[in-house]
């Protein structure tokens, strides 16, 4: 079906007043009262909104879908207080999912990433963003960006892909790999992602390893967004300023003067990743609280992944975010999971509701704004609407 007026919500996020919406095709046509959009549209098929608020679809920037196996016995021992590092440290985390993915076929991640991403829908989210990770040496990174550009090509989702340089894998010289993420692997990955991530941790890699790759990526035309100061601060703020990165993430290790930085940097994004936090156990709580005069500019996201975050959903990522960070405004909840990564994205279709943009919709059983970060935990997805077909 092609027309849809979605009729009487009691508020549409983000609009003045409670509007009746005329989708044509995959666009918002027009906003208004019922009767002059059914006098625009006589033909539409009338959807009764009643009783719902209406807010774009979910825009998750940042994801590791694409994996195989899992690692529920991970949670459990970081739940009995063994620290996320020292188990990487130790040749498992990331290692473990690595050698799960070196064991599976393309299509096998294929199959696994559609399992992940039909239920992503289900969860209103209509842009997600995947980055590769797990494959670590060329033939199976590329093995993994290939599966991601084949969901690209046929789910519903719209996928940002993103390749990230996760880990130096067990057993190969540190610089020998350096040099082939470098010469081959960033060049040669650049047709299949438009996004370069590298993870800046102790034991991990220094801000000297990712300088030099990110100026490699940066001459390539990638764009730069990064995991940094997640458990050590190891200065990675600072290098996002010189390599001129668009976001960094994780952010639970934060001093007031790159926190001031930040805020300077009015092309810099701060994604928090509360999930993530809350099921690493750690110590530390993003600090939200220090970017609080750039409220267009935080982000939050479910950071899914088979390890530190087997969540993807970001209702309950909103609801994670209320508890660790104590946000007192609904309506930046929402933001930081529609409109802010939307725009972090270079996306302008998507992430509000106006006449023109993508219809990207979301129909929740609630009263107002207010009840959707209060209400996360029960099922008030009434219905997702994705490019304007009904899901
Ligand atoms: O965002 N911190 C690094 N990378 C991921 C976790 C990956 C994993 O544990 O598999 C993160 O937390
Ligand atoms: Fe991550």
Same mark, same amino acid.
């Given at each position: 079906?092609?027309?849809?007026?979605?009729?009487?919500? !009691?508020?549409?996020?983000?609009?003045?007043?409670?509007?009746?919406?005329?989708?044509?095709?995959?666009?918002?046509?027009?906003?208004? !009262?019922?009767?002059?959009?059914?006098?625009?549209?006589?033909?539409?098929?009338?959807? +009764? %909104?009643?009783?719902?608020?209406?807010?774009?679809?979910?825009?998750?920037?940042?994801?590791?879908?694409?994996? @195989?196996?899992?690692?529920?016995?991970?949670?459990?021992?970081?739940?009995?207080?063994?620290?996320?590092?020292?188990?990487?440290?130790?040749?498992?985390?990331?290692?473990?999912?690595?050698?799960?993915v070196?064991?599976?076929?393309?299509?096998?991640?294929? /199959?696994?990433?559609?399992?992940?991403?039909?239920?992503?829908?289900?969860m209103?989210?209509?842009?997600?963003?995947?980055?590769?990770?797990?494959g670590?040496?060329?033939?199976?990174?590329?093995?993994?960006?290939?599966?991601? %550009?084949?969901?690209?090509?046929?789910? %519903?989702?719209?996928?940002?892909?993103?390749?990230?340089?996760?880990?130096?894998?067990?057993?190969?010289?540190?610089?020998?790999?350096?040099?082939?993420?470098?010469?081959?692997?960033?060049?040669?990955?650049?047709?299949?992602?438009?996004?370069?991530?590298?993870?800046? /941790?102790?034991?991990?890699?220094?801000i000297?390893?990712?300088?030099?790759?990110?100026?490699?990526?940066?001459?390539?035309?990638?764009?730069?967004?990064?995991?940094?100061?997640?458990?050590?601060?190891?200065?990675?703020?600072?290098?996002?300023?010189?390599?001129?990165?668009?976001?960094?993430d994780?952010l639970?290790?934060?001093?007031?003067?790159?926190?001031?930085?930040?805020?300077?940097?009015? +092309?810099?994004?701060?994604?928090?990743?509360p999930?993530?936090?809350?099921?690493?156990?750690?110590?530390?709580?993003?600090?939200?609280?220090?970017?609080?005069?750039?409220?267009?500019?935080i982000?939050?996201?479910?950071?899914?992944?088979?390890?530190?975050?087997?969540?993807?959903?970001?209702?309950?990522?909103?609801?994670?975010?209320?508890?660790?960070?104590?946000?007192?405004?609904?309506?930046?909840?929402?933001?930081?999971?529609?409109?802010?990564? %939307?725009?972090?994205?270079?996306?302008?279709?998507?992430?509000?509701? @106006?006449?023109?943009k993508?219809a990207?919709?979301?129909?929740?059983?609630v009263?107002?704004?207010?009840?959707?970060?209060?209400?996360?935990?029960?099922?008030?997805?009434?219905?997702?609407?994705?490019?304007?077909?009904?899901?």
């Amino acid at each position: 079906m092609s027309e849809i007026i979605i009729k009487n919500p !009691n508020e549409v996020f983000g609009c003045a007043e409670a509007q009746s919406l005329l989708i044509k095709k995959d666009i918002i046509h027009a906003t208004g !009262n019922v009767e002059s959009l059914i006098a625009q549209s006589p033909d539409a098929e009338i959807i +009764d %909104a009643e009783g719902t608020v209406i807010i774009p679809g979910f825009v998750d920037c940042h994801t590791h879908l694409v994996f @195989a196996g899992s690692r529920e016995n991970e949670l459990f021992k970081r739940a009995a207080g063994r620290p996320y590092l020292e188990i990487l440290e130790a040749g498992g985390g990331i290692h473990n999912t690595v050698k799960a993915v070196h064991q599976a076929t393309e299509d096998e991640l294929v /199959e696994n990433g559609r399992h992940f991403l039909d239920y992503a829908l289900k969860m209103g989210i209509t842009t997600i963003e995947i980055k590769s990770g797990y494959g670590l040496d060329y033939d199976n990174e590329l093995k993994m960006l290939k599966a991601i %550009a084949r969901l690209k090509t046929e789910h %519903a989702v719209d996928i940002v892909p993103t390749y990230l340089v996760h880990s130096v894998p067990k057993g190969v010289d540190r610089n020998t790999y350096l040099d082939e993420v470098a010469d081959r692997m960033i060049p040669d990955f650049k047709q299949y992602a438009q996004w370069f991530d590298i993870f800046i /941790e102790k034991g991990v890699f220094s801000i000297e390893e990712g300088e030099r790759l990110i100026k490699k990526a940066k001459a390539e035309g990638y764009k730069i967004g990064f995991h940094t100061n997640q458990v050590n601060d190891l200065g990675g703020v600072m290098l996002a300023e010189r390599m001129g990165a668009t976001h960094i993430d994780h952010l639970e290790t934060l001093s007031d003067a790159d926190a001031n930085a930040i805020i300077k940097n009015k +092309d810099l994004y701060a994604v928090f990743l509360p999930t993530a936090e809350g099921l690493v156990f750690s110590e530390h709580t993003g600090r939200i609280d220090k970017l609080m005069e750039i409220p267009e500019r935080i982000i939050l996201s479910s950071d899914f992944n088979p390890g530190s975050s087997p969540v993807l959903n970001p209702l309950f990522v909103m609801k994670a975010a209320l508890m660790r960070y104590r946000i007192s405004d609904p309506h930046l909840l929402v933001r930081s999971m529609t409109s802010n990564p %939307a725009r972090m994205l270079g996306f302008t279709d998507r992430g509000v509701i @106006a006449a023109g943009k993508k219809a990207d919709l979301l129909l929740l059983d609630v009263k107002n704004i207010e009840q959707i970060p209060y209400y996360a935990s029960f099922p008030i997805i009434r219905q997702v609407i994705k490019n304007g077909e009904l899901y």
